[in-house]
């Protein structure tokens, strides 16, 4: 494997992890502006939403997220393979403006806000931009050295990907519902 | 297959567009329905069971530590499942 390789995909995750952290600590910087009782009482709305949402998705009665259903830009490819890594990378750890998909990212943000500091904010959003570009960086080392296309077998699990994420936030719902005191 | 980055079209997770400006997609509801008596049975029940159990638990000691845990499993599990988007 060329170090090449190795470092576009070094730029391409550490841009993510960057903007996963950044985001998240300015979100809990912003949140922490915020009364502890006002973010509690936001929390609990917002669980009771998350119940019902992921309660409705396991129910079968999928609710499309608000979301930006694009790509990053074809042309951010002509202007260097390492710009390309700093940018893609850049867009994906901060994922509010490509494809969301599920509605168990919004978890991301407003949890980083929510929690009200910035690093606990940035640890939750920069876990995001870091598991999201190592994801990408495991799959294309696993087709260049099984010479297989993962990324297909990938898409076949999104129906099961979508239970996971369903009943991870009503798991969230839940618990976050107790705690605040509902 | 990094050394050309118009080679990795063809990777769903990071298909490039020539959209220039992206489109909202609104919330709506519909689609295909997923629920299965053992989707219930494995999953939402569980589900519930856990973040009752978590929830109590975590009343009783530091609640947001337990919180931020659930925050921080989400953040993976999201990143996880978007691989999977088509």
Not at chain 1, 61 to 88: H, S, Y
Not at chain 1, 93 to 101: C, M, N, W
Not at chain 2, 14 to 20: A, F, I, S, T, V
Request: with cysteine; hydrophobic share 50%.
């Amino acid at each position: 494997m060329s170090r090449s390789w190795i470092s576009k995909a070094a730029v391409y995750a550490l841009a993510s992890v960057v903007a996963g952290l950044v985001t998240g600590a300015a979100l809990g910087t912003v949140g922490g502006l915020l009364p502890l009782d006002v973010r509690l009482a936001v929390g609990s709305m917002l669980a009771l939403a998350a119940i019902a949402v992921g309660s409705l998705e396991l129910f079968g009665r999928r609710i499309q997220p608000l979301q930006f259903d694009c790509e990053t830009p074809q042309r951010w490819v002509n202007r260097g393979a390492l710009r390309w890594a700093t940018r893609n990378g850049l867009t994906l750890g901060f994922g509010a403006t490509s494809r969301i998909g599920f509605w168990l990212w919004y978890v991301i943000p407003l949890g980083a806000f929510l929690v009200g500091d910035p690093v606990a904010g940035g640890a939750i959003y920069g876990a995001y931009g870091l598991v999201r570009a190592l994801g990408a960086v495991v799959i294309l080392l696993g087709m260049t050295r099984l010479k297989t296309d993962i990324s297909d077998r990938l898409i076949q699990s999104y129906d099961a990907a979508r239970v996971l994420a369903a009943g991870q936030l009503v798991l969230l719902g839940v618990a976050t519902a107790i705690v605040v005191g509902l | 297959m990094l050394e050309g980055p118009s080679r990795l079209q063809g990777l769903p997770m990071l298909r490039l567009d020539q959209r220039e400006s992206p489109p909202v997609h609104l919330p709506r509801s519909g689609g295909l329905r997923v629920l299965t008596k053992s989707t219930l049975l494995t999953v939402l029940l569980p589900a519930v069971g856990l973040g009752v159990l978590v929830g109590a638990f975590a009343r009783s000691s530091s609640g947001i530590g337990w919180i931020f845990a659930l925050l921080l499993s989400s953040a993976v599990v999201t990143a996880f499942a978007q691989q999977t988007l088509p």
